[in-house]
């Protein structure tokens, strides 16, 4: 009769390789035949030892766990690139005016500045957009005092015309607006509801946590339009200029002085500011045989916009649109709750008739393609545990890779947090790929260790040098993978990069831009 038995070990130390004997009852005290043990025998030695890897598991799972919701959101990783927009208008000027007068002078002085890397312009009728990106190792900071020092130094080589001088602000190139509204109104004009929208809707959007900048584009800035007859103006013997002159100065808010008595003193309160298209009617700009020459003789003022060569329509109704754009690193989708949770307090607040109303909203897709990508995973890490069992049919080789790959993947949120990574596009798709990695080589790993097990090493001995050898092999497969995946992301990112200072010339020349 054949008895047979196995001495466990409840410790955290390695156990001997040959604690697996056959005992016969005609040997028993004398000698010990040591034997191979089975694959079982094996897992049941590794799993005592592997309880003193429980704590941290635990800690990176709880890690990841709570890093996972602190990840931000958006279509694609943030790269920013040291970009800043210079821009300048002069009304009624051409773009062969404005491109001669306002951006070459500007473009000779930006030249002179380090680690410019492109520079492009723009000009359209009464507007000049300047582009410049820096190298990406440049502080925009520094960047930034650098073109205002260009642009002073400019300063005498613009054009006199010029009504202020250039502004300009930082921008991402590869960004685009995250969330589009339409502001329409059938009770209103267009110049009323531009100015609710620059002054309300824009503003208030703004101080929301997560916005960046909010572009007004179709914008219809309200001003008072003078018409003047040539044959009338021919008439009185005035010329144009006069008459420009006579219109600026006649809105000045200016102190008014004060009448000093013998006890009191009294300040002179009067506003000269003209607010109407008929009071710029009465304005007098010269004199003919003694009597006042005004507005009115020769032409007529009338209420408009600033520039009747833009416009905005939604759905068919003219209007303007707010282009919202998103901080870098902020979680888009966040962002764009709050937007669409503050829009009915919006609402409330600007006059009744004014319509609100939802043109673009990119978390659409980006909220379909993260939940598609995590459902994925999800079957996918499902799918691996069921044919890993089906082929090996054993419990805990199935635990070990179905334990190691959610492992992996909740560990890699925290690495993500920490490194500042979002969840994207290219990182979810990055993470759908190393879930066959980790099955590849945790099969591959697995595998090796028995193979020195089953030779007559320890568990301990046996996962060292299984690991020695496996190691390098699961580097060299990881990492071409990732440097292709990052070079093709820096190609993206340089096709992208034009666009957005693109997107806001267009706007600018041919949309209205202004930053709320």
């Known amino acids: 009769m054949t008895k047979s038995f196995s001495m466990g070990n409840t410790s955290c130390a390695p156990e001997p390789a040959s604690r697996y004997f056959r005992v016969t009852s005609s040997n028993v005290g004398r000698t010990a035949e040591p034997r191979q043990a089975s694959r079982h025998e094996h897992l049941d030695a590794i799993h005592p030892t592997a309880r003193c890897d429980l704590a941290p598991m635990v800690a ?98 613009l054009s006199k015309n010029l009504p202020n001088p250039p502004i300009f602000r930082k921008v991402n190139p590869a960004d685009t607006p995250v ?70 100065t006649a809105t000045v808010d200016g102190p008014k002085g004060v009448f000093d008595g013998t006890a009191q003193s009294f300040p002179i309160y009067n506003n000269d500011q003209l607010f109407k298209a008929e009071d710029y009617n009465d304005v007098i700009f010269g004199f003919r045989n003694g009597s006042p020459i005004r507005i009115r003789d020769v032409g007529t003022a009338v209420d408009g916009p600033e520039n009747t060569r833009i416009a905005g329509w939604a759905n068919g109704r003219r209007g303007m649109q707010l282009a919202i754009f998103r901080q870098p690193g902020a979680n888009v989708t966040e962002t764009v709750d709050r937007i669409k949770s503050a829009l009915p307090k919006l609402q409330a607040a600007i006059p009744p008739g004014i319509d609100i109303s939802v043109m673009t909203d990119r978390t659409q897709t980006i909220r379909a393609s993260i939940d598609d990508v995590q459902a994925t995973m999800a079957i996918t890490v499902a799918l691996v545990v069921i044919v890993i069992f089906l082929f090996l049919g054993d419990a805990w080789a199935t635990m070990i890779v179905s334990v190691t790959v959610p492992m992996s993947l909740v560990g890699s949120c ?83 990069a034009p666009k957005k200072s693109q997107f806001e010339c267009a706007s600018s020349c041919f949309a209205g831009q202004r930053p709320g």
């Open 414 to 496: 925290a690495a993500m947090y920490l490194l500042g990574y979002s969840l994207d596009n290219l990182s979810l798709m990055g993470l759908t790929i190393a879930v066959g990695f980790v099955v590849d080589d945790a099969i591959v790993m697995l595998e090796n260790v028995y193979r020195y097990i089953e030779s007559g090493s320890s568990p301990a001995q046996a996962a060292i040098k299984g690991a020695g050898e496996i190691g390098f092999t699961i580097i060299s497969i990881v990492e071409p993978v990732s440097g292709s995946l990052k070079r093709k992301l820096e190609k993206s990112e340089q096709r992208l």
């Open 179 to 248: 969330f589009i509204i339409a502001v329409n109104s059938d009770n209103h004009s267009v110049t009323e509801t531009d100015d609710y929208a620059d002054t309300i809707l824009a503003q208030q959007l703004s101080q929301l946590s997560g916005v960046a900048q909010v572009l007004i584009l179709g914008e219809q800035k309200p001003s008072v339009r003078v018409q003047i007859d040539p044959v009338k103006l021919a008439s009185v013997g005035v010329g144009l200029e006069e008459i420009r002159l006579a219109l600026a």
């Open 60 to 157: 990176i799972l709880m890690a990841g766990i709570i890093s996972y919701p602190a990840l931000p959101v958006a279509p694609l990783p943030q790269v920013d690139f040291p970009t800043i927009l210079v821009s300048a208008s002069v009304p009624g000027a051409s773009p062969e005016t404005m491109a001669s007068s306002v951006a070459t002078p500007l473009e000779r002085q930006f030249a002179q500045i380090s680690g410019v890397t492109q520079m492009t312009s723009t000009s359209a009728l009464g507007l000049s957009n300047i582009t410049v990106q820096f190298d990406p190792n440049r502080n925009i900071d520094g960047a930034a005092q650098d073109i205002q020092a260009a642009i002073n130094a400019a300063a005498g080589q």
